[in-house]
């Protein structure tokens, strides 16, 4: 006769699958090997069946394995439901939040958002998760997420804080040797960039600049542009915050993408959740005009 199945089996048998490999499980996890193998074992014990064939190449599934994987994700769905709800009868706002952010944000961005909600919020701590990956808010990957997009589609609530404009900055020592490149040309100056694609030079307002650097975040495009190597095209509200920085004169700014600030739906009753979302929204609102001009 079949036995009862352990939730927490089920939840390693996903992440197996998930990282098609029990090597791959535990560390998604953060338990050792042998935790991953003897729930796995439990499991396949309960059912009576093999769900993994195992080899050297990694774990591939069973037909009995096959016809778990539904059943298993509906009682992931379903106890992230109750723990989302559960968490959201908290009517008092103490406790953590966790707010997934992209790294170029988590610094000048969000800083002084931290210290404003920090001293009218003191019992409520923030653990700041900073990806540049979409954090799946349903999966309870984070409370709160601050996104960069130009539109959200995935299911949570929230708003768009505002867009912003990209502007080009350099250190004036810069400049000063190379001369004031020409819009729309640029020939003799240097981009410092942040993927190995160029194509975005040729909408930039120096078309004609080399791209001599690749730094794939905007703090570390801000150091370099300071220490004269270059060019950077980033957010102006980032830019302009940066003392060795001057906005290229007679460059133009141009308008980007948007500043979202997003939740799960089950979460916005969440005192110290929507404590945070209202303060941070009210924050970059009264601040709007430096993010687009």
Known sequence: MTK???WDHLRVFLAALRAGSLRGASEALGVNHAT?????RGLEDSLGTRVFDRSAEGLTLTQPGE????QAEEVERQTQIIGRRLTGLDATPTGTVRVSIAPSLAQGFLAPILAGFSAEFPDISIQIIAT?????????????SIRVAHEVSDDVVGRRLTR???????????????????????????????????????ESPY????????????????????NGLGLIW????????????????????????????LLHGDLRRTARVRAFVDFATAQVLSQKQAFVS
């Open 67 to 70: 016809l778990l994987i539904a």
């Open 207 to 226: 078309p004609k600049a080399r791209v001599s650097h690749i730094l794939p975040e905007v703090y570390m495009q801000a150091e370099a542009a300071a």
């Open 132 to 144: 540049n990956q979409v954090s799946d808010l349903a999966r309870h990957e984070a409370d709160v």
């Open 4 to 6: 009862s199945l352990d």
């Open 164 to 202: 912003y404009a990209l502007g080009v900055f350099a250190a004036p020592a810069y400049l000063e040797r190379i001369g004031l490149p020409m819009v729309g040309d640029g020939t003799g100056a240097h981009w410092i960039g942040w993927r190995e694609d160029h194509s975005w030079v040729a």
């Open 36 to 40: 991953v193998n003897r729930a796995i």
């Open 234 to 261: 980033v957010p102006v509200f980032l830019g302009d915050q940066h003392a060795g920085l001057v906005r290229v004169p007679g460059a133009p700014v141009q308008l980007d993408r948007s500043i979202w600030i």
